[in-house]
């Protein structure tokens, strides 16, 4: 079990897995819908099952270049720890396990389930082809909090879909700055990405711009639906870690990228999330 934590980076489920919360929680508290604690279980199974999928697969579609990257040649499969032919299994146990979780949600996320899938497994194959990679890993994610929405409903609204958008942009901004890492070896490889492509200062530069509109996002649900002070006091401190992330990261710099990716991001989530919930709590 050790090792299949280790092959999933099971600690990054804390990026997507607040805006789950907060998709599942604005249905409660802004539609007739009702709070359902076997629907809250198998929204955070679909969560678990899919982000397994997710990284199972992109470690395995990527076993070849981790094995040739200095940074990820110790990551599970080139080093051994877990065989190709095990985390393909376990990619499509759990993409099974995904669908037949949503068949016990409603019909929708059931059906809508193969494109789910579809969107997060296929990153994992973008940075061949595309710098927009980046992007689809964003929209792989975004996909929580929309989601997570039509687990109560059943339906689609705009409210969800600013989070959504927001995550989207957030995450694809922090991905750039991630990727900063490995520019000479994509450069070398002839991968894409967004650093590869425009170099550190004009992906930092586009890092940035994406992470503005994330804000925005942010900030357009208080439009759309009655929100209070918590969510006021959540929307600034998510936007101060954005900024902070940015000044810990520079072109001739890079010695923190690890601290702002998971840090910096992971506690913006989680706190922003908690704030949100008191603000559901605090209008009701």
């Known amino acids: 079990m050790k090792k299949y934590l280790s092959l999933v980076t099971f600690t990054h489920t804390i990026f997507a897995m607040p805006f789950a919360f907060i998709g599942f929680f604005l249905a409660v508290t802004t539609t007739e819908h009702k709070f359902d604690w076997v629907k809250l279980m198998l929204m955070i199974l679909c969560m678990v099952f899919a982000r397994n999928s997710a990284m199972a697969f992109n470690r395995y579609l990527d076993r070849n270049i981790d094995a040739k990257n200095p940074r990820t040649k110790q990551r599970d499969i080139p080093s051994g720890r877990i065989s190709p032919a095990a985390a393909l299994t376990f990619t499509i146990t759990n993409c099974l396990l995904f669908i037949g979780t949503t068949w016990f949600i409603n019909p929708l996320c059931f059906f809508l389930s193969p494109v789910a899938l579809f969107v997060v497994l296929g990153y994992s194959a973008t940075k061949r082809f595309t710098a927009l990679c980046h992007l689809v890993l964003g929209l792989g994610l975004s996909l929580a909090p929309i989601g997570a929405y039509l687990v109560i409903t059943g339906s689609f609204a705009i409210t969800p879909l600013f989070f959504s958008l927001s995550v989207l942009c957030w995450v694809s901004g922090f991905d750039i700055i991630y990727a900063l890492q490995d520019i000479d070896f994509d450069q070398d490889e002839k991968l894409h990405s967004i650093p590869a492509y425009l170099g550190k200062v004009n992906a930092l530069r586009l890092s940035t711009f994406l992470h503005v509109l994330s804000a925005i996002f942010v900030i357009m649900p208080v439009f759309f639906t009655h929100v209070g002070i918590p969510y006021y006091i959540g929307i600034i401190f998510f936007c101060s870690m954005l900024v902070y992330q940015h000044l810990l990261v520079k072109p001739n710099d890079l010695s923190r990228v690890n601290f702002a990716f998971m840090t910096t991001n992971g506690i913006?989530?989680?706190?922003?999330?908690?704030?949100?919930?008191?603000?559901?709590?605090?209008?009701?």
């Open 268 to 284: 913006a989530s989680v706190v922003f999330a908690v704030f949100f919930l008191l603000d559901r709590l605090w209008i009701r």
